[in-house]
């Protein structure tokens, strides 16, 4: 583990009575949460990879909580080219017409005892369906698939729409979170979110798993690079990118896609959940099928008991280079475990299987007082 900031004071007095982490299923909750198709935001452009129109999930705050406000993006990786984005379209990640209502948990949860700090919140869930993590923004059409890379638009008009219908604008404690490439948006647009609000309001981001980091395959090469560099490409992500990363002299785009790079230059606070043997990591910036023609880690990486020495001092080395690329500013606080998972802060309809290791209640403190 490792923490920064007076913002963790409580979180440090937790640790010492013992962390909470636990096997758990999805919290009870008191039924689905209202769904908003955002139609009125076709019209700008700003639609799912199909043409569909955006959505959110709201659930509104009361009481002590009824001035603040968790956003919460949804994760569900990228896709870089037509093919794999024209898959989408058949399903809930590029297509708001196969999105169905759900309840909400983990940070985003109603029960006080689980989510103490949160869950008479204004909580908000940001379905995604762009594959780029919100950063695409390609004018023209796809023909030959019939598809749109919009995603930064999509955020827009969600966003947008809190800050005006919702009232989202006279909050007096905001924080944007995220899952997996949920995530990642929520260090890539941080700054942005925190330049929506007046300057009284309390700002800050809490990623869950998009820590993606820019390390070496088990060929030696950065094939992760690869990855984003395809995605940045399709969905014309650079403008969308946080300037502070893509100004730098001899920048390539898709580094700024990699939170190392972009994290430094940050001006809003940030708190970082991540496994230091994170599973989507280890199978795709680890060991990514390309960089293992022979399926050497075929089993490893899907089931670590499965792994060989070797293999283990191989992971073992992957968790020493993840950690060194952490942020060491002042302004970031983290919670860095060595659970083999992805995704932590709650039930996850893209990543958690049941029994997947959760950090719950913890999270909920070490984020309080925004």
């Given at each position: 583990?490792?923490?920064?900031?007076?913002?963790?004071?409580?979180?440090?007095?937790?640790?010492?009575?013992?962390?909470?982490?636990?096997?758990?299923?999805?919290?009870?909750?008191?039924?689905?949460?209202?769904?908003?198709?955002?139609?009125?935001?076709?019209?700008?452009?700003?639609?799912?990879?199909?043409?569909?129109?955006?959505?959110?999930?709201?659930?509104?705050?009361?009481?002590?909580?009824?001035?603040?406000?968790?956003?919460?993006?949804?994760?569900?990786?990228?896709?870089?080219?037509?093919?794999?984005?024209?898959?989408?379209?058949?399903?809930?990640?590029?297509?708001?017409?196969?999105?169905?209502?759900?309840?909400?948990?983990?940070?985003?949860?109603?029960?006080?005892?689980?989510?103490?700090?949160?869950?008479?919140?204004?909580?908000?869930?940001?379905?995604?369906?762009?594959?780029?993590?919100?950063?695409?923004?390609?004018?023209?059409?796809?023909?030959?698939?019939?598809?749109?890379?919009?995603?930064?638009?999509?955020?827009?008009?969600?966003?947008?729409?809190?800050?005006?219908?919702r009232g989202m604008s006279k909050?007096?404690?905001?924080?944007?979170?995220?899952?997996?490439?949920?995530?990642?948006?929520?260090?890539?647009?941080?700054?942005?979110?925190?330049?929506?609000?007046?300057?009284?309001?309390?700002?800050?981001?809490?990623?869950?798993?998009?820590?993606?980091?820019?390390?070496?395959?088990?060929?030696?090469?950065?094939?992760?690079?690869?990855?984003?560099?395809?995605?940045?490409?399709?969905?014309?992500?650079?403008?969308?990118?946080?300037?502070?990363?893509?100004?730098?002299?001899?920048?390539?785009?898709?580094?700024?896609?990699?939170?190392q790079y972009v994290v430094p230059?940050?001006?809003?606070?940030?708190?970082?959940?991540?496994?230091?043997?994170?599973?989507?990591?280890?199978?795709?910036?680890?060991?990514?099928?390309?960089?293992?023609?022979?399926?050497?880690?075929?089993?490893?990486?899907?089931?670590i008991k499965s792994c060989s020495?070797?293999?283990?001092?191989?992971?073992?080395?992957?968790?020493?280079?993840?950690?060194?690329?952490?942020?060491?500013?002042?302004?970031?606080?983290?919670?860095?475990?060595?659970?083999?998972?992805?995704?932590?802060?709650?039930?996850?309809?893209?990543?958690?299987?049941?029994?997947?290791?959760?950090?719950?209640?913890?999270?909920?403190?070490?984020?309080?007082?925004?």
């Amino acid at each position: 583990m490792a923490a920064s900031g007076a913002w963790l004071a409580r979180a440090t007095a937790t640790a010492v009575l013992g962390f909470v982490l636990a096997v758990a299923s999805a919290e009870a909750a008191s039924g689905d949460v209202e769904m908003v198709f955002l139609k009125a935001a076709v019209a700008k452009g700003a639609v799912c990879l199909d043409g569909s129109p955006p959505v959110y999930h709201f659930s509104p705050g009361s009481g002590s909580g009824a001035n603040n406000w968790v956003v919460h993006m949804e994760g569900g990786g990228w896709c870089r080219n037509p093919d794999e984005c024209a898959v989408r379209k058949g399903n809930f990640r590029g297509s708001s017409k196969f999105m169905k209502p759900l309840s909400f948990s983990g940070i985003l949860g109603g029960n006080q005892k689980s989510n103490p700090d949160f869950y008479n919140w204004n909580r908000v869930k940001i379905r995604y369906c762009d594959g780029s993590s919100f950063t695409g923004d390609v004018e023209a059409v796809d023909t030959a698939k019939d598809l749109r890379y919009r995603g930064f638009r999509v955020w827009r008009a969600v966003i947008d729409d809190l800050l005006t219908v919702r009232g989202m604008s006279k909050a007096q404690n905001a924080l944007l979170s995220g899952c997996s490439a949920g995530g990642l948006a929520a260090i890539l647009h941080c700054d942005r979110f925190h330049d929506l609000f007046p300057a009284k309001t309390k700002v800050k981001c809490f990623s869950d798993a998009g820590y993606f980091f820019d390390g070496k395959d088990i060929s030696g090469n950065f094939y992760a690079r690869s990855i984003y560099k395809s995605v940045v490409n399709l969905h014309g992500s650079a403008k969308n990118l946080p300037a502070s990363c893509t100004s730098k002299p001899k920048q390539s785009p898709e580094l700024c896609m990699f939170p190392q790079y972009v994290v430094p230059t940050m001006r809003t606070p940030l708190f970082i959940l991540n496994a230091a043997y994170d599973s989507w990591q280890v199978k795709n910036v680890l060991a990514p099928s390309p960089a293992d023609p022979k399926k050497t880690w075929a089993q490893c990486k899907l089931d670590i008991k499965s792994c060989s020495a070797s293999q283990l001092t191989t992971l073992q080395n992957f968790r020493t280079d993840f950690l060194a690329a952490l942020p060491k500013t002042q302004s970031v606080g983290m919670f860095i475990d060595s659970c083999n998972a992805h995704c932590q802060s709650g039930s996850q309809d893209t990543w958690l299987a049941d029994g997947s290791p959760t950090v719950n209640k913890t999270v909920s403190l070490m984020l309080h007082q925004l």
